[in-house]
């Protein structure tokens, strides 16, 4: 079907990928990369591809299709380095869980020439890494696609026919519909997940061994869901933020009309696994927090202000200098030894938007 089909990120989608790609013989060659030497090495002794590398750019040279598989919020890196390597006629796609947000960074370092169409697999477990892998995974599952206007229909067939070899249905959504569509179906269930579990985590009066000797089936699917990669599900978070306060404040309105009190809902979330926060008020707004941990984004959930995106000096260091912010006046937390400096993010730099599209 193809010649050469290059894999920029080799995790759970990619290696399954890479799996099924083997099984029904849908490309010459299957060129891995990933930035990751020990990722890479695995990858190599779990024979997934023809040839592996660190340098992207080596990886997608004159590969016919092309498959970023990389938590979003690295899709303009990705992008900006393997744009220069990539010949005419190539079809590039993704697969991430936005698609307004991963356009933008990934578009204005698409040659012309190139077949730009975004796509997302709904397919996944709780696992990670290219040991998670398994060619079965997208059977029955849809792939979405989100065509850009201008797109040549020979190629999106022909990477809906791929999809379709590897057991996917199709279908295709305007970007922003698709990001209010998973929103509410996928990335809303797992703010939930991670703020039970992280309430059962956190509960004092609970023993570890009480959980697991009580919880039932539908425990442990959150706790499955919780389990997720982190990394991934931040980005996600970060970069689909609207579309998921929006639903979130659709739920306090549906509250209201049925006669209930408002909820003041806010996502926290930590680097740590993430973990959501929820905390009752009785006037109704939506935020975003993040912090370094669980206890820090809870206590900042009371805090923070309709609108806001907070983040503790912690997080905000490992988030880097591409975000306009705006400090606020610190926060005396129970139980931290000295005042916690937060900040408000606003929006991306204008020297980031051009370098990230």
Known sequence: ??????????????????????????????????????????AEELGLGDSYSTDMKTAVHDADLVIVSVPVGSSADVAEEIGPALKKGTILTDVGSTKASVIAQMQPFVPEGVHFIPGHPLAGTEKSGPDAGFA?????????????????????????????????????????????????????????AYNIVGTADDLET???????????????DFTRIAASD????????????????????RFNRKRVEGGHPPLAVGMGLHT??????????????????????????????????????????????????????EELPHAHLKGTEKPLRIFNVKREKPSAVAKVG
Request: glycine share 8%; aromatic share 8%.
């Open 206 to 220: 609970v023993t570890e061994s009480e959980v697991i000797k009580f919880s039932a089936g539908g425990f442990r």
């Open 136 to 192: 079965e995974l997208f059977e029955n599952r849809w792939c979405i696609f989100t065509p850009l206007e201008g797109t040549d229909p020979a190629a999106l067939e022909k990477l809906s026919a791929f999809w379709r070899r590897c057991g996917a249905n199709i279908d295709t959504m305007d970007p922003a519909h698709h990001d209010m569509t998973l929103a509410i179906v996928s990335h809303l269930p797992h703010i939930i």
């Open 230 to 249: 982190p990394t991934m599900w931040r980005d996600v978070f970060l970069n689909n933020k609207e579309a998921v306060l929006e639903v979130l404040g």
């Open 1 to 42: 079907m193809f010649e050469k089909i290059a894999l920029v990120g080799i995790g759970l989608i990619g290696s399954s990928l890479a799996r099924v790609i083997r099984r029904e013989n849908l490309a010459r060659h299957i060129a891995v990369a990933t930035r990751s030497p020990s990722t890479l090495k695995r």
């Open 272 to 325: 740590g696994p993430l973990v959501a926060g929820y905390v009752g008020s009785s006037k109704a707004m939506s935020y975003t927090v993040i912090g370094d941990t669980a206890n820090t984004s809870a206590r900042l959930c009371g805090i923070a202000l309709a609108g806001q995106v907070i983040v503790s000096e912690y997080t905000l260091a490992r988030l880097g200098p591409r975000f306009e912010v």
